[in-house]
């Protein structure tokens, strides 16, 4: 099969869903004529013109809402805002508005749209540019939260995401943009609310999230070495969340480890891992741990954001520490 | 928040991940004596598969201590005078729920006066059910070693005779030969601490009093309240003691932690024509004495022929901690106490 | 408004050590040792050098990502500067913060903002202040056209102009949002009149004119500390190279090399120079003497940043809170 890179497959995505729904259309700062900061929607513009592809000026609560507005009158827009910092920019429109308008108006009404956003730090591109904090948007009831990791789910999940009624969020990552992998030339869906076993195993099982699931893979095969069998699952959709895949996987193994980027309070990590020591606690054979960023905004000097990114070493010293409960 | 430490009485907690607690409690493994080899000591699952394997045949410690049970439940049993020990637990993990005990206070659907009995399949009652149990787990866990000895009451009988009314005056209680035979075996006991022991998994666990339980027949089967450090209490007190606890035990009233508490149980079926039988262990108890009828017997004595009132005494011991030398000393220490019962009696 | 002779010096020295620096930052890029996003300056230095000659020491300004021009001409050290910029712990911000977010608070600099339009509020509260503490600070918000479509600045604009306060407002229309030209990102040409909706005055002039910004700014910058209110002043230039440095061929994606041209023959140092020469305030020796000795003390900066060391790495949780 042919390989693609995340931001390939994604533009895949929307090619495939501006030719096949007039409803389809697209807003973002810098999407058209640039194709888009990390290029996820270059070309677009030649192929579908200005009015499909809008290049909006800097104000996202007004694009934000206004792709609100068109969702809820018959429209299925995709927007962009450039990076998770800048929600906060329009952060009304989306927790206030967004999130809430089908439950508040008693189903009288639904924002079928897509948000599309990216995390991660390690650029270089400093505190207001870098964060994750994803998980803030799980904790919003109203809201689902996509999380594709690889090629293949990120175009699988996009398809799914625009025919989807509900508002997504699509939580891309800087460092998985250039990453290249398998992906079928046709339109193909990945439902919501399904994880995948990235790598099974029967000794530890981490749960992870976009860039996460790749480094956590890397560390596998030297552990396999040790004889010890890591399981990796990747749950895709923070929102609807996998809970039977990953706690027949805690089931199994016992030790669970969670990854995900961004600091562990009131992460992702800690719902997750709450989650199995309601329901599953008495098959640990060990305590959950987590891996994450440390509880600081994101520094600019290299060194420092080396240290910030919870990378493949993170991911193996956790595996060592539950290795003493093997 | 208080920290662990500043509870001066509580007892050190056993750390062990959810999983190996799981396990124990399925199995019925007690975990004090499992030795854990996770990070500072705790204990993981496969901590609990090597300590079976290394405990060899025994199907895992019995889980010893505390009965479990409601307070409902306790409350309720103490009212209808059914001591909690002998209700089987039916709630989570053998917990003795307030139905169970609903149940242990109904009368037996039959008596086992009636006449219409044979033939007939006759439900266990709980108290049976758990004497049932427990009989069978004392038989098949603790391995018994059976050691008999005639004793000559004739001393003893006649300084009952003597002091019997002064007695009955002073304690209002009828003095009886078990009186002095609790009495006599405490003694003895403080010579021979490991009849005052408990195994539990590879530790002795020496009780620190003396408790003699005294074996009570009753319709749905026996009851032992104990005498508590009876080696210290005067004659009389141990049978004012003794009486009130079997009065009890005949209407149900007796208070668990009065049968929880025996550390050595003496069963006596000198009211019937036994001349001795054999006593299956009061689990978790280490010794028990079965007492025979007295009788009349012929003997001589320096070429005369003479009776003497000889009643046969058993003593069954647990020989994983008891070996033969020691019951045997016991024994001839505790005949010899009940031969010269005015130097034993005399409270010095 | 007239200028000393040691002033006109002063100004053009001004922009030619923007110049110079943010040329130095480009090469420095280029050869891969500065790290993360930087976004130049050059072409655009009349706005910052004319307007922060007007101000005092304690006076404040905001800036933008694309803020060198702005914090060096309010007197912020260039070597500490480099060294940010490098990620170093001699820094501005100790390495933690970057070329987009340089802060000295105690020089009036309150901070390069990465958000568009982010400053914009934060300099009206600076204005609130310096209204509350009865002082007669003046704040100085520097932004973009890109900016002037955000909801801050109309929320900023409105707040200033309701209370009153000591605040300019410098628009630096450069034409562009990044990719997106003005004629797409709005319908008007200029922006200053939007200040008529806030009740203040508005002005739209030559950026490239350092003098005209100079004196406007100084008007405006004298309103404000006489009380009398906010104005908006907005300035008409051009950024020479891309958004940030990687936007391909200096923006080429989205503006024609011809419209460089054109703006890079109106360069506003040359403008000055050419003026200076004819006025005698400058020779062409002096050129020469001033440019190297900037060239000099850019060395300087350069030789500090790269013998400065990197933070230690528990240096990652401090000032995360006043401890």
């Given at each position: 099969?042919?390989?693609?890179?995340?931001?390939?497959?994604?533009n895949?995505?929307?090619?495939?869903?501006?030719?096949?729904?007039?409803?389809?259309?697209l807003?973002?700062e810098?999407?058209?004529?640039?194709?888009g900061?990390?290029q996820?929607?270059?070309?677009?513009?030649d192929?579908?013109g200005?009015e499909?592809?809008i290049?909006?000026?800097?104000?996202?609560s007004?694009?934000?809402?206004?792709?609100?507005?068109?969702?809820?009158?018959?429209?299925?827009?995709?927007?962009?805002?450039?990076f998770?910092?800048?929600t906060?920019?329009?952060?009304?429109?989306?927790?206030?508005?967004?999130?809430?308008?089908?439950?508040?108006?008693?189903?009288?009404?639904?924002?079928?749209?897509?948000?599309?956003?990216?995390?991660?730090?390690?650029?270089g591109?400093?505190?207001?540019?870098?964060?994750?904090?994803?998980?803030?948007?799980?904790?919003?009831?109203?809201?689902?939260?996509?999380?594709?990791?690889?090629?293949?789910?990120?175009?699988?999940?996009?398809?799914?995401?625009i025919?989807?009624?509900?508002?997504?969020?699509f939580?891309?990552h800087?460092?998985?943009y250039?990453?290249?992998?398998?992906v079928?030339e046709?339109?193909?869906t990945?439902?919501?609310?399904k994880?995948?076993?990235k790598?099974?195993?029967?000794?530890i099982?981490?749960?992870?999230?976009n860039?996460m699931?790749?480094?956590?893979?890397?560390?596998?095969?030297?552990?396999?070495?040790?004889?010890?069998?890591?399981?990796?699952?990747?749950?895709?959709?923070?929102?609807?969340?996998?809970?039977?895949?990953?706690?027949?996987?805690?089931?199994?193994?016992?030790?669970?480890?969670?990854?995900?980027?961004?600091p562990?309070?009131?992460?992702?990590s800690s719902e997750?891992s709450?989650l199995?020591?309601?329901?599953?606690?008495?098959y640990?054979?060990?305590?959950?741990l987590?891996?994450?960023?440390?509880?600081?905004?994101?520094p600019?000097?290299?060194?420092?954001?080396?240290?910030?990114?919870?990378?493949?070493?993170?991911?193996?010293?956790?595996?060592?520490?539950?290795?003493?409960?093997l | 928040?208080?920290?662990?430490?500043?509870?001066?009485?509580?007892?050190?907690?056993?750390?062990?991940?959810?999983?190996?607690r799981?396990?124990?409690?399925r199995?019925?493994?007690?975990l004090?004596?499992?030795?854990g080899?996770?990070?500072?000591?705790?204990i993981l699952?496969?901590?609990?598969?090597?300590?079976?394997i290394?405990?060899?045949?025994?199907?895992g410690t019995?889980?010893t201590?505390?009965?479990h049970a409601?307070?409902?439940?306790?409350?309720?049993?103490?009212?209808?005078?059914?001591?909690i020990?002998?209700?089987?637990g039916?709630?989570?993990?053998?917990?003795?729920?307030?139905?169970?005990?609903i149940?242990?206070?109904?009368?037996?659907?039959?008596?086992?006066?009636?006449k219409?009995?044979f033939?007939?399949?006759?439900?266990?009652?709980q108290?049976r059910k758990?004497?049932?149990?427990?009989?069978?787990?004392?038989?098949?866990?603790?391995?018994?070693?059976?050691?008999?000895?005639?004793?000559?009451?004739?001393?003893?009988?006649?300084l009952?005779?003597?002091?019997?009314?002064?007695?009955?005056?002073?304690?209002?209680?009828?003095?009886?030969?078990?009186?002095?035979?609790?009495?006599?075996?405490?003694?003895?006991?403080?010579?021979?601490?490991?009849l005052?022991?408990?195994?539990?998994?590879e530790?002795?666990?020496?009780?620190?009093?003396?408790?003699?339980?005294?074996?009570?027949?009753?319709?749905?089967g026996l009851?032992?309240?104990?005498?508590?450090?009876?080696d210290?209490?005067g004659?009389?007190?141990?049978?004012?003691?003794?009486?009130?606890?079997?009065?009890?035990?005949?209407?149900?009233?007796?208070?668990l932690e009065?049968?929880?508490r025996?550390?050595?149980?003496?069963?006596?079926?000198?009211?019937?024509?036994?001349?001795?039988?054999?006593?299956?262990?009061?689990?978790?108890?280490?010794?028990?004495?079965?007492?025979g009828?007295?009788?009349?017997?012929?003997?001589?004595?320096?070429?005369?022929?003479?009776t003497?009132?000889?009643?046969?005494?058993?003593?069954?011991?647990d020989?994983?901690?008891?070996?033969?030398?020691?019951?045997?000393?016991?024994?001839?220490?505790?005949?010899?106490?009940?031969?010269?019962?005015?130097?034993?009696?005399m409270?010095? | 408004?007239?200028?000393?002779?040691?002033?006109?010096?002063?100004?053009?020295?001004?922009?030619?050590?923007?110049r110079?620096?943010?040329e130095?930052?480009?090469?420095?890029?280029?050869?891969?040792?500065?790290?993360?996003?930087v976004?130049?300056?050059?072409?655009?230095?009349?706005?910052?050098?004319?307007v922060?000659?007007?101000?005092?020491?304690?006076?404040?300004?905001?800036?933008?990502?694309?803020?060198?021009?702005?914090?060096?001409?309010?007197?912020a050290?260039?070597?500490?500067?480099?060294a940010?910029l490098?990620?170093?712990?001699?820094?501005?911000?100790?390495?933690?913060?970057?070329?987009?977010h340089?802060?000295d608070v105690e020089?009036?600099?309150?901070?390069?903002?990465?958000?568009?339009?982010?400053?914009?509020?934060?300099?009206?509260?600076?204005?609130?202040?310096?209204?509350?503490?009865?002082?007669?600070?003046?704040?100085?918000?520097?932004?973009?056209?890109?900016?002037?479509?955000?909801?801050?600045?109309?929320e900023?604009?409105?707040?200033?102009?309701?209370?009153?306060?000591?605040?300019?407002?410098?628009?630096?229309?450069?034409?562009?949002?990044?990719?997106?030209?003005?004629?797409?990102?709005?319908?008007?040409?200029?922006?200053?009149?939007?200040?008529?909706?806030?009740?203040?005055?508005?002005?739209?002039?030559?950026?490239?004119?350092?003098l005209?910004?100079?004196?406007?700014?100084?008007?405006?910058?004298?309103?404000?500390?006489?009380g009398?209110?906010?104005?908006?002043?907005?300035?008409k230039?051009?950024?020479?190279?891309?958004?940030h440095?990687?936007?391909?061929?200096?923006?080429?994606?989205?503006?024609?090399?011809?419209?460089?041209?054109?703006?890079?023959?109106?360069?506003?140092?040359?403008?000055?120079?050419?003026?200076l020469?004819?006025?005698k305030?400058?020779?062409?020796?002096?050129i020469?003497?001033?440019?190297?000795?900037?060239?000099?003390?850019?060395?300087?900066?350069?030789?500090?940043a790269?013998q400065?060391?990197?933070?230690d790495?528990?240096?990652?949780?401090?000032?995360?809170?006043?401890s």
């Amino acid at each position: 099969m042919r390989e693609l890179t995340y931001a390939q497959a994604i533009n895949e995505a929307l090619i495939q869903n501006l030719e096949k729904d007039e409803r389809v259309f697209l807003m973002g700062e810098d999407i058209g004529k640039y194709g888009g900061i990390f290029q996820v929607t270059a070309g677009l513009l030649d192929k579908f013109g200005p009015e499909r592809i809008i290049d909006t000026p800097i104000s996202e609560s007004a694009f934000v809402g206004a792709a609100i507005g068109a969702a809820m009158t018959g429209m299925r827009p995709v927007v962009e805002i450039m990076f998770i910092d800048f929600t906060t920019c329009a952060m009304d429109m989306i927790v206030n508005q967004m999130a809430k308008i089908h439950y508040m108006f008693g189903g009288r009404g639904k924002v079928p749209m897509v948000l599309r956003i990216n995390i991660g730090a390690g650029r270089g591109a400093a505190a207001q540019h870098s964060q994750s904090f994803h998980a803030f948007f799980m904790h919003i009831p109203g809201l689902i939260v996509v999380t594709p990791s690889t090629p293949y789910d990120a175009k699988g999940l996009m398809n799914t995401a625009i025919l989807d009624e509900n508002p997504v969020i699509f939580v891309e990552h800087k460092k998985l943009y250039a990453t290249k992998g398998p992906v079928p030339e046709e339109y193909y869906t990945i439902p919501f609310g399904k994880a995948d076993i990235k790598r099974p195993g029967r000794d530890i099982t981490i749960v992870a999230t976009n860039a996460m699931v790749g480094r956590s893979l890397n560390v596998c095969e030297e552990f396999s070495k040790e004889g010890i069998e890591i399981e990796v699952v990747d749950p895709r959709t923070l929102q609807p969340l996998d809970k039977e895949s990953i706690l027949e996987s805690v089931k199994k193994t016992g030790r669970l480890i969670v990854a995900d980027e961004g600091p562990v309070t009131c992460g992702v990590s800690s719902e997750i891992s709450a989650l199995v020591a309601e329901e599953a606690i008495e098959y640990l054979q060990a305590p959950i741990l987590r891996v994450g960023s440390p509880y600081t905004p994101v520094p600019f000097s290299p060194p420092l954001e080396k240290i910030y990114i919870p990378d493949e070493e993170d991911v193996k010293e956790t595996v060592n520490k539950m290795k003493d409960y093997l | 928040m208080m920290k662990e430490s500043e509870f001066p009485n509580r007892t050190v907690k056993i750390r062990a991940v959810p999983a190996a607690r799981r396990r124990a409690e399925r199995e019925g493994i007690d975990l004090s004596p499992v030795e854990g080899s996770g990070p500072g000591g705790i204990i993981l699952e496969k901590d609990i598969e090597h300590f079976r394997i290394t405990q060899g045949a025994v199907e895992g410690t019995l889980v010893t201590g505390k009965i479990h049970a409601s307070s409902l439940a306790r409350k309720l049993a103490e009212k209808r005078g059914v001591p909690i020990e002998t209700v089987e637990g039916t709630g989570t993990r053998g917990r003795i729920m307030m139905g169970d005990v609903i149940k242990a206070t109904e009368k037996p659907v039959i008596l086992i006066k009636e006449k219409g009995i044979f033939g007939q399949t006759i439900p266990m009652t709980q108290m049976r059910k758990v004497i049932a149990k427990r009989m069978a787990q004392s038989a098949f866990t603790a391995p018994h070693i059976y050691f008999f000895t005639d004793v000559e009451m004739d001393e003893l009988v006649k300084l009952r005779e003597k002091i019997l009314g002064d007695f009955e005056k002073q304690f209002n209680v009828r003095l009886s030969i078990n009186d002095f035979i609790i009495k006599a075996v405490a003694l003895t006991i403080r010579e021979f601490p490991m009849l005052n022991a408990m195994v539990k998994g590879e530790e002795i666990h020496v009780m620190p009093e003396i408790n003699i339980g005294l074996a009570v027949a009753m319709e749905e089967g026996l009851i032992v309240p104990a005498i508590p450090r009876a080696d210290q209490l005067g004659l009389g007190k141990i049978a004012e003691m003794r009486a009130d606890m079997v009065g009890r035990a005949r209407l149900g009233k007796l208070k668990l932690e009065e049968i929880e508490r025996g550390t050595f149980t003496v069963s006596s079926l000198a009211q019937y024509d036994v001349i001795f039988f054999t006593a299956i262990l009061n689990p978790p108890q280490s010794g028990i004495l079965s007492i025979g009828k007295t009788c009349d017997q012929l003997a001589l004595k320096e070429g005369q022929v003479i009776t003497k009132k000889i009643a046969r005494f058993g003593l069954s011991v647990d020989h994983r901690i008891i070996d033969g030398t020691v019951a045997a000393a016991f024994l001839q220490s505790l005949k010899k106490r009940l031969e010269d019962p005015t130097f034993t009696f005399m409270h010095l | 408004m007239n200028l000393s002779h040691d002033q006109k010096i002063d100004l053009y020295k001004k922009m030619v050590t923007i110049r110079l620096f943010e040329e130095k930052v480009q090469d420095l890029y280029g050869r891969g040792l500065v790290p993360g996003l930087v976004h130049l300056y050059i072409g655009e230095e009349a706005v910052a050098a004319g307007v922060c000659a007007n101000l005092r020491k304690d006076d404040y300004i905001t800036s933008t990502h694309r803020g060198h021009g702005h914090v060096i001409a309010k007197g912020a050290e260039l070597k500490y500067m480099m060294a940010e910029l490098f990620g170093k712990k001699t820094g501005y911000c100790k390495g933690k913060g970057g070329s987009m977010h340089i802060a000295d608070v105690e020089i009036g600099i309150l901070g390069a903002n990465g958000i568009a339009g982010g400053g914009i509020p934060i300099a009206v509260g600076a204005a609130l202040s310096a209204k509350k503490r009865k002082t007669d600070q003046v704040t100085v918000c520097f932004f973009g056209d890109g900016a002037s479509n955000n909801g801050t600045f109309h929320e900023g604009l409105n707040f200033a102009s309701v209370h009153r306060l000591p605040v300019v407002f410098v628009c630096e229309n450069n034409l562009y949002g990044i990719s997106v030209s003005q004629k797409q990102h709005q319908a008007i040409q200029d922006i200053s009149i939007r200040s008529v909706a806030y009740n203040m005055p508005g002005i739209t002039l030559d950026g490239n004119d350092v003098l005209a910004v100079y004196e406007a700014s100084g008007k405006a910058i004298q309103r404000a500390r006489a009380g009398e209110g906010p104005t908006l002043m907005e300035c008409k230039t051009y950024r020479w190279r891309g958004h940030h440095e990687g936007d391909p061929n200096r923006g080429r994606r989205y503006r024609t090399m011809e419209e460089v041209q054109e703006w890079v023959n109106k360069c506003p140092i040359k403008r000055f120079e050419e003026k200076l020469v004819e006025e005698k305030v400058l020779s062409k020796t002096k050129i020469k003497n001033i440019w190297e000795e900037v060239e000099k003390k850019i060395g300087e900066a350069v030789e500090f940043a790269n013998q400065s060391p990197f933070p230690d790495p528990q240096d990652i949780f401090e000032d995360v809170y006043v401890s």
